[in-house]
């Protein structure tokens, strides 16, 4: 069993630690994030130090791309932390799916990729104030991009919504917006271990064989996490393991 250490006055200030996944030569792009109280984080790390710690790989991050037949023992060991920490309700996941051939960056972003893609993390960050009942305090970290976007910039764009949306001119509570490089922290190798468990179901051509080590760990998390496909948005009474698509007009 996992003890992780519950600091009751957490209360309200939040980490996202996002990431995408099939951006490119997929069907689906899958845009999803793990959030926690920031008083949490640490014992989370110590977890998934202690997983690695305990892997013949014990150097490699623990990431979608490296599971092989070898570590697999290692990736159930991962699933089946994730799986605790999401029925515990120590973390929650999030994930936004967008039908690729239904964005229209020609139309709406004046043929900016980018843009467009800096819009849907501005949706799923947003997400949080709603989901926390505007807490305090949120500080997003998404993986390591290569963007000509100022991210003070950004976090101003979305202080700015937040208080509008909840009609206090004053409620800033996007404190922090950064990148981190997936490979060297904890709590975005959770993270890009769920979006790519998640963009299988989504993305068929990720299941052409069915017994590799990917989707069998795909269809263990599914199995316990009580979702045996998970190619469907998930209902409202499961806000720790959200799964919904983005209506694109």
């Known amino acids: 069993m996992y003890r992780l250490p519950i600091?009751?006055?957490?209360?309200?200030?939040?980490?996202?630690?996002?990431?995408?996944?099939?951006?490119?030569?997929?069907?689906?792009?899958?845009?999803?994030a793990v959030s926690t109280s920031l008083?949490?984080?640490?014992?989370?790390?110590?977890?998934?130090?202690?997983?690695?710690?305990?892997?013949e790989f014990a150097g490699d991050s623990l990431q979608w791309k490296n599971i092989t037949e070898r570590k697999y023992q290692d990736y159930e060991r991962l699933c089946d932390f994730a799986v605790h920490l999401i029925h515990s309700h120590i973390i929650?996941?999030?994930?936004?799916?967008?039908?690729?051939?239904?964005?229209?960056?020609?139309?709406?972003?004046?043929g900016d990729n980018e843009t467009g893609f800096q819009k849907f993390v501005c949706e799923l960050f947003l997400c949080y104030v709603r989901k926390y009942r505007k807490p305090p305090e949120i500080h997003c970290f998404h993986g390591k991009r290569s963007s000509r976007f100022d991210m003070q910039h950004i976090r101003g764009i979305l202080n700015a919504r937040a208080a509008?949306?909840?009609?206090?001119?004053?409620?800033?509570?996007?404190d922090t917006l950064d990148y981190r490089d997936p490979s060297c922290s904890q709590m975005h190798q959770l993270n890009d271990f769920l979006l790519g468990?998640?963009?299988?179901?989504?993305?068929?051509?990720m299941r052409k064989?069915?017994?590799?080590?990917?989707?069998?760990?795909?269809?263990?998390?599914?199995?316990?996490?009580?979702?045996?496909?998970?190619?469907?948005?998930?209902?409202?009474t499961a806000p720790h393991f959200d799964i919904w698509k983005f209506k694109l007009k």
């Not at 006055?9 to 990431?19: C, F, I, L, N, P």
């Not at 468990?197 to 051509?205: D, E, F, L, Q, Y």
């Not at 017994?211 to 998970?230: C, L, T, V």
Request: net charge positive; charged share 20%; aromatic share 12%.
């Open 92 to 110: 929650d996941f999030t994930a936004v799916i967008f039908d690729n051939h239904q964005v229209k960056n020609r139309i709406y972003n004046d």
């Open 39 to 55: 008083s949490r984080v640490e014992g989370i790390c110590q977890q998934i130090d202690l997983i690695r710690s305990q892997s």
């Open 197 to 205: 468990i998640a963009s299988w179901h989504w993305n068929p051509g």
């Open 164 to 174: 509008k949306k909840s009609g206090r001119y004053n409620y800033l509570p996007f």
């Open 209 to 236: 064989n069915l017994e590799s080590p990917k989707s069998n760990i795909a269809k263990r998390f599914a199995r316990e996490i009580g979702y045996a496909m998970m190619a469907t948005e998930t209902p409202v």
């Open 7 to 32: 600091d009751h006055a957490y209360s309200r200030q939040y980490g996202v630690y996002s990431d995408e996944s099939g951006q490119t030569g997929h069907r689906h792009m899958v845009l999803g």
